[in-house]
């Protein structure tokens, strides 16, 4: 990747803009309504498409899922990755069956342009309009990468900006004979695939079988077509998390030092399960997890697409069946490149840029030298309350990325008026170059400030 393809990305995405009433994004305005509240802090990273951009370690994971997708099926699945990421609040969460009242839609969690679009959460947002896209393609498998925005926490593992992929793939429902065995030597071919790899331990978990449980088959689907579905979708999964770790452990076992070269031919035993879950657009629905530095990790969320979706994408009633994923491609990156800040895969720094420059595949990430982390407390009085998010984005907004972390370390109400104290601690550091302690108090009295204006908090010396 050339320095200034990324500056140009920069550049381009600057002109993205919040103003008192209009918000412009990719050369769209939009005009502000209460519902808004997208910072420049946040639409700034529009455009930027790390997924894209050549050798990225996003990219990269990518790449190696889109590949062990493909192996699957005779017909390359369709690539969907420039999918705008202003979408309608109806493609993000009413035609996917989400209750008005879920948690994701409030304000606190979900960035809303006005009150008809917002910065996608996900990448399920685009399922029904792909379903649509499907009837007139003749192709039934697709993948979309994409940014996806979300409030939320800082720390070394969230940024409020990530990428995500999802996979989907339909099947038109017939009950001949014919019909499942084309399923199932797609699925016998998944299965000779896996044998190849000699160190997997997989724990499955069925579906419920209870007729009226949240995650037992869709009542128009039989038995047999949700079991081999299944199957179809998992086998699809598990090769995909087998590759990319497979490719982690051989290439960090053929790198590491000379003097352990007992442990070079060790590869590490792939360990997997999977859970049951719920999303509101699948039945049944699972995530699959996998054993990683002593604790299972949640990598992605499947299920059965529920005939919801299809309804809404046009399709005569309970004509299709099919499954989807979303699996987040920034955790995976971090993981297996054991990159140890989020903050550094938007870096523009030649020193993290130079080390995936003209290299495939995926290997271990050397941190540079990090500049120290400098604490600051700041403890306020409330009048109303304010949502943890709401406080995180307004530190985002006054420090960008020179915030690496930040939490709640103490809060009390005083039980005769009512008011509330919260004490938060941030710690600050600049990944590319060193903050000085008058730097930090600089930018910490910036927050203060700002907490007074935005929340009339009123600040504890
Ligand atoms: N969109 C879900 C998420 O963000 C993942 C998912 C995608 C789950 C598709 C099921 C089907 O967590």
């Given amino acids: 990747m050339s320095h200034t393809k990324v500056s140009n990305q920069i550049l381009k995405s600057i002109q993205n803009t919040v103003n008192n009433n209009k918000i412009n994004i990719l050369n769209n305005v939009y005009n502000k309504t209460d519902l808004s509240n997208v910072t420049n802090n946040i639409i700034k990273h529009v455009g930027r498409n790390l997924h894209l951009q050549k050798n990225h370690p996003i990219n990269n994971i990518r790449e190696i899922i889109e590949k062990s997708i493909d192996s699957t099926s005779s017909k390359p699945f369709i690539k969907y990755n420039d999918l705008t990421p202003v979408v309608s609040i109806k493609q993000n969460f009413d035609d996917l069956g989400f209750p008005k009242n879920h948690p994701g839609r409030s304000k606190s969690d979900t960035y ?7 910065l996608r959460t996900h990448t399920s947002a685009h399922e029904v309009e ?5 009837q007139t393609l003749q192709n ?3 993948l979309i990468s994409a940014d996806v925005y979300r409030r939320d926490e800082i720390d070394k593992s969230h940024y409020p900006v990530f990428y995500q992929m999802e996979g989907s793939k339909t099947w038109a429902r017939d009950n001949s004979k014919k019909f499942f065995n084309k399923i199932q030597t797609e699925i016998d071919n998944m299965k000779k695939q896996l044998s190849t790899f000699q160190n997997l331990s997989i724990e499955d978990v069925d579906y419920t079988h209870e007729p009226e449980s949240v995650n037992c088959k869709q009542s128009h689907m039989t038995d047999e077509e949700t079991s081999i579905l299944i199957s179809h979708m998992k086998r699809t999964l598990e090769l995909v998390v087998a590759n990319l770790f497979m490719q982690r452990y ?49 990598i992605c969320g499947c ?8 309804k809404n994408a046009g399709f005569p009633k309970e004509t299709q069946m099919g499954w989807a994923f979303g699996i987040g491609l920034d955790r995976m990156a971090m993981l297996l490149y054991d990159i140890p800040d989020i903050r550094l895969l938007w870096s523009t720094d030649e020193r993290f840029l130079k080390q995936f420059r003209d290299k495939e595949g995926i290997f271990k990430f050397k941190p540079f030298s990090t500049h120290a982390v400098m604490s ?4 306020f009085w409330l009048n109303t309350p304010v949502h943890l998010n709401d406080f995180m984005e307004l530190v985002r907004e006054e420090l960008g990325d020179m915030v690496e972390s930040c939490s709640l370390v103490d809060e009390f109400v005083n039980p005769k008026t009512g008011r509330k104290s919260q004490c938060f601690r941030i710690n600050y550091q600049h990944l590319d170059r060193n903050l000085t302690n008058e730097d930090v108090n600089e930018l910490h009295k910036g927050v203060e400030k700002k907490l007074i204006e935005q929340f009339g908090a009123e600040i504890r010396n």
Avoid at 303 to 310: D, I, P, S, T
Avoid at 376 to 379: K, N, P, T
């Fill in 303 to 310: 299920g059965l697409v529920r005939e919801l979706a299809y």
């Fill in 376 to 379: 600051r407390d700041v403890s």
């Fill in 130 to 134: 792909c379903f649509q896209k499907m």
């Fill in 112 to 118: 809303y342009i006005n009150d008809t679009y917002l």
């Fill in 140 to 142: 039934n498998g697709y």
């Fill in 250 to 298: 051989k290439n960090y076992a053929s790198t590491s030092s000379k003097s352990n070269k007992k442990d070079e031919e060790v590869i590490p035993e792939i360990k997997m399960r999977w859970i049951e879950a719920y999303f509101p657009w699948t039945q049944p629905s699972f995530e699959i997890e996998v054993f990683f530095n002593g604790e299972w990790l949640e």
